[in-house]
């Protein structure tokens, strides 16, 4: 099972023939800026198509702290997405309390684990939104 930078290296030297399909769902892979470092720091997360967007979970397996990368983007939105060999620049933003129900619905329909990460953590775990720029 692919994992970790192991994971990376794969999904970029093959343009995702191996790692997009894992444990039964799907991953992109994402390039945020450190906030301290100002390095660039690629993890791979599993992912759903939105409309015209992508959404990814910054849910940590409900820690009570949010993600390293997530914490990134909300520094510098600006991110880097690979989508199987499309690597494209996007903008995050974390959804919106009106829209991020169905959002959830959608993200815990392909990875039903969401829902018990949410139940186990008083941190409301956030959806992220990447749009293509």
């Not at 894992?22 to 800026?33: E, P, R, V």
């Not at 409900?62 to 520094?75: D, T, V």
């Not at 880097?80 to 329909?109: I, N, S």
């Amino acid at each position: 099972m692919l994992f970790g930078e192991e994971h990376v290296r794969r999904y970029v030297e093959t343009d995702g023939a191996e790692g997009h399909e894992w444990q039964g769902t799907i991953t992109l892979l994402l390039t945020t800026t450190g906030r301290k470092t100002g390095k660039k720091h690629t993890t791979p997360l599993i992912y759903q198509p939105y409309g015209d967007t992508y959404l990814v979970v910054a849910s940590k397996g409900g820690a009570p702290r949010h993600p390293e990368w997530y914490l990134n983007l909300a520094a510098n939105p600006e991110v880097e997405v690979q989508v199987l060999g499309d690597r494209f620049k996007a903008r995050a933003r974390t959804a919106k309390p009106g829209e991020k129900a169905d959002m959830w619905k959608t993200m815990a329909a392909t990875w039903p684990p969401y829902d018990e990460y949410q139940r186990k953590t008083d941190r409301d775990i956030p959806v992220v939104v990447l749009e293509r720029v």
